[in-house]
């Protein structure tokens, strides 16, 4: 008979099907069933918190207020020709979930950094459903923020144009957005040290959009700063909105985008997986 022994600080890849499921139960299903458990274990963990309800709820509403009230009668939209409140409504929805997105970082570091690691460590569960639980709790409460700050807007006075064919591709672009920062936010979360150095994340992810041409044309920037605007992700994805939302051509934004979100799922929800199984095997 082989007998596999296995390190103390080491997760095992099918034991939850063993020990928690059961004779019966697929591999599949014993993930599907601890992914759930840990997605709501998320979710009501950030009920029980001011500073994440006050992200969740009221950021989205203050965000859209400060955009339309205070910086639109100074800024125009170039040659766009839009009303403010149209041109700046996608980055505000991808700020109201983004910045939520990438608290993630935090949220991972503070159970990498706490007690939950030792219990991590022997809990019977697949290595990835962890960082995956933390991702897909954050795809669904900032996808709700996004979704506010939609509402905020309606009520400041802004029109789309959008059909309902327009309007599920505005959610499909929010939601792989909000993934792709998740599964960002969970890589640097993993790769952090302490839960203020993940809080850094958050910063970048919410200065993004203002070097973006969501905010304030592109075109109206510095050389350097307007290439940076053209190169980086949250362009593509902004016009894709602004063209959904108030039927405008949309040229090649769409496929970029498509791109520059895909890639960064591709990338970091398997990097996030392999960096949770190596904390929990080093005991970093």
Do not use: K
Request: proline share 6%; hydrophobic share 55%.
């Amino acid at each position: 008979m082989n007998t596999h022994v296995r390190a103390p600080g080491d997760l095992d890849m099918n034991a939850g099907v063993r020990a928690q499921g059961g004779p019966g139960m697929s591999i599949p299903v014993a993930a599907a069933r601890d992914l759930r458990r840990l997605v709501v274990r998320d979710l009501r963990r950030e009920t029980r918190v001011l500073d994440g309800l006050i992200v969740n709820t009221a950021l989205p509403v203050m965000i859209m207020i400060l955009f339309v009230y205070v910086f639109g009668g100074a800024i125009t939209t170039g040659s766009s020709g839009l009303d403010y409140i149209d041109f700046v409504v996608p980055a505000v929805l991808l700020m109201s979930g983004g910045y939520g997105a990438a608290l993630t970082a935090v949220t991972i570091a503070e159970d990498m950094t706490g007690g939950m690691l030792d219990r991590f460590r022997t809990l019977p569960i697949s290595g990835w459903v962890v960082p995956a639980g933390h991702v897909v709790a954050s795809v669904i409460r900032n996808v709700a923020s996004s979704a506010i700050a939609l509402a905020a807007a309606l009520l400041l006075g802004f029109r789309p144009d959008a059909t309902p064919a327009d309007w599920a591709l505005v959610l499909v672009l929010v939601t792989g957005y909000v993934l792709a920062m998740s599964a960002l936010a969970a890589v640097w979360g993993l790769l952090v040290s302490s839960s203020q150095a993940a809080g850094a994340f958050s910063f970048v992810v919410l200065f993004l959009p203002y070097v973006s041409d969501g905010i304030v044309p592109a075109e109206t920037m510095p050389g350097p700063l307007r290439a940076f605007a053209d190169a980086q992700p949250l362009t593509p994805i902004i016009e894709t909105m602004r063209a959904l939302l108030l039927d405008l051509p949309m040229g090649s934004s769409g496929a970029v985008a498509a791109v520059w979100i895909a890639g960064i799922v591709a990338v970091c929800l398997p990097a996030a997986a392999l960096l949770f199984r190596r904390r929990t095997s080093s005991g970093r």
